[in-house]
Every structure is written in structure tokens, then in C-alpha cells.
């Protein structure tokens, strides 16, 4: 199994499919929604780490209406183009598992069609995604909405994952450690990160900041990775719904900076702002 202890580091093996437990006996029971809880007491930095019901909330209502769909089909595409026949998936900070399962209906429909197409010669393997996240909140979501996955509550910066696990891992607006990057992805797997491009949300910041900076556009080089390709997505966000700039403003860290009185102002008026993403391919470099 895929899983490791977070306190030794020793296999997981799940048990009547109720708990997981290692060889030292350290469980970790599974949640009726599915999930398992990787993140120990001790580990903790705060009672509930991670983003709150309220941010989880306008994050999840925002991206069902699909304002950030654009970014999920640059991101499956190139997913598509690089590690098509990815067997093991790997979601850094999955969240409400928005972009995870998004991309698994890529990759499977992908897969789908060139063994259609190709039967003699093409063989499909099943994609399985396992998504990570520190908050209990969203990860409870996303193993309630979407079953057929994986989904557990663990830190980016020590993922419970045995060593060259995933064949492609995807990294949107997520932090995490290069050596646990380079542990659980295989050689010539590929890791997809997203970050925010220059003008990113740049009218947002003009409400909070007298001198507000650009994002920084600097190339993300990660040791044990090859640098891949680059991308910038770009586009104008036009929101005119009130809830729906609610949910914008209330999903990014902007929330705790603009008073009530600036988010009503803001939500009555209609907004517009920049949405600016730059889009990062890295091949995990083989081992000698």
C-alpha cells in the first residue's frame, strides 16, 4: 500500500478496512466519508490547522461555477501531453478535490479513447489519485464527494507516501519540501506546479496596498528536477454576482486584509480583476 506511518515511517496496511496500522501498531482509523487521518496530535501547529469551513465554503461554491476551469484544462492538458498513461496521481494540497478530479476524468477518458481506437496495441492501466491536505475540513468534503479516491489529512512537508510512488503529481498554490518531492515521485515522473503569475488578482491588491507589488515571475528550478516548460495563463475575471465575489474575496488570505465595509463596497459595485497563473513543468531526474 501506499501509505506510511507518519510517526515511523514504517508501511500502513488497512485493516477490515476500518484502520490502518503499521508494524510498530501506531493506527489511524478511516473515516466513515473514506479518508484517513495522517497528521498527528503532536505534529499539529493549531487545533484545526489549515483553511477554515468558511474559506473551504466560498473556495468550494466559487470553483463549482467554474471560474477557475480554464486553469484545470491547462493544467490536464499538459498532464495529458507529459504523463499520459499516469497510473499514480498525486495531488499536493488537493483541497475540496476540485482539480483532482478534474484531472483523473481527463487522464481516464484519455485512455479510454486511444484503447478504443488502438485495442491491439494500447493497454490502460487505472488511475488512482490520492490527494493531501492539511485541513480536515476539506479533505471530509472531498472523500465524501468524490469516493472513488484517495484522500487523507497530512502535511505537504512530510507526506505519508512511500519512496517513488507517483508517476505525476500536480502542485497548485501549495507549499512543500523539494526532498519529499523528490522521494515520492519516480524518476521521469512529472510534477506540475501552479503559482501565481505577476499580475495575479492584481485589482484586489490596489484595495489593500498603497504600492502594490507585482507577483515575482522568476522560474521555479527545483534540485533532483528538470525544468521542463513554462506557461502563462492569462484572463480577465468579470464578476458581477454578489455571492460570487464574496466567495472570491473570502477563499484567498486578501479575506483578513479588506475590512467588511471594503467587501460589501466591492460585492455591490460588480469587480474585475486579473487572474494570472504561471504554470511550471519538472521531470524528476533518475538515480544513478
Not at 488497512?14 to 479518508?35: I, M, P, R, S
Request: hydrophobic share 35%.
Amino acid at each position: 500500500m501506499p501509505y506510511i506511518c507518519p510517526i515511523c515511517q514504517q508501511d500502513l496496511s488497512l485493516l477490515q478496512t476500518k484502520n490502518w496500522v503499521c508494524c510498530n501498531n501506531h493506527q489511524f482509523d478511516k473515516a466513515k466519508e473514506g479518508y484517513v487521518n495522517l497528521l498527528p496530535v503532536q505534529k499539529k501547529k493549531s487545533k484545526d490547522p489549515g483553511d477554515n469551513k468558511e474559506m473551504m465554503l466560498a473556495r468550494r461554491e466559487f470553483l463549482n461555477k467554474g471560474y477557475y476551469q480554464a486553469l484545470s484544462d491547462k493544467v490536464n492538458s499538459l498532464a495529458l501531453k507529459h504523463q499520459p498513461q499516469a497510473a499514480m496521481v498525486l495531488d499536493i494540497g488537493c483541497g475540496e478535490g476540485y482539480y483532482s478530479h478534474r484531472l483523473v476524468d481527463a487522464l481516464q477518458a484519455h485512455n479510454q479513447r486511444n484503447m478504443i481506437h488502438n485495442a491491439s496495441e494500447y493497454s490502460t492501466r487505472a488511475c488512482q489519485l490520492y490527494g493531501l491536505d492539511i485541513s480536515k475540513t476539506a479533505i471530509k468534503y472531498a472523500a465524501k464527494r468524490y469516493p472513488d479516491m484517495n484522500f487523507c489529512v497530512a502535511s505537504v512537508f512530510e507526506m505519508p507516501f512511500a519512496d517513488n510512488f507517483f508517476d505525476l503529481a500536480i502542485r497548485i498554490y501549495a507549499p512543500s519540501k523539494v526532498e519529499e518531492l523528490q522521494r515520492v515521485i519516480k524518476p521521469d515522473g512529472i510534477l506540475i506546479t501552479v503559482s501565481p503569475g505577476p499580475k495575479h488578482h492584481f485589482a484586489i491588491k490596489q484595495k489593500i496596498y498603497a504600492e502594490p507589488r507585482l507577483h515575482s515571475q522568476e522560474s521555479l528550478i527545483l534540485e533532483g528536477f528538470d525544468y521542463i516548460e513554462h506557461h502563462q495563463l492569462e484572463y480577465m475575471l468579470e464578476l458581477k454576482n454578489e455571492a460570487d465575489i464574496n466567495h472570491l474575496l473570502n477563499m484567498t488570505p486578501y479575506a483578513w486584509k479588506l475590512s467588511d465595509l471594503q467587501k460589501q463596497q466591492m460585492a455591490q459595485a460588480g469587480f474585475s480583476c486579473e487572474l494570472d497563473f504561471k504554470i511550471e513543468i519538472h521531470r524528476r531526474q533518475k538515480t544513478e
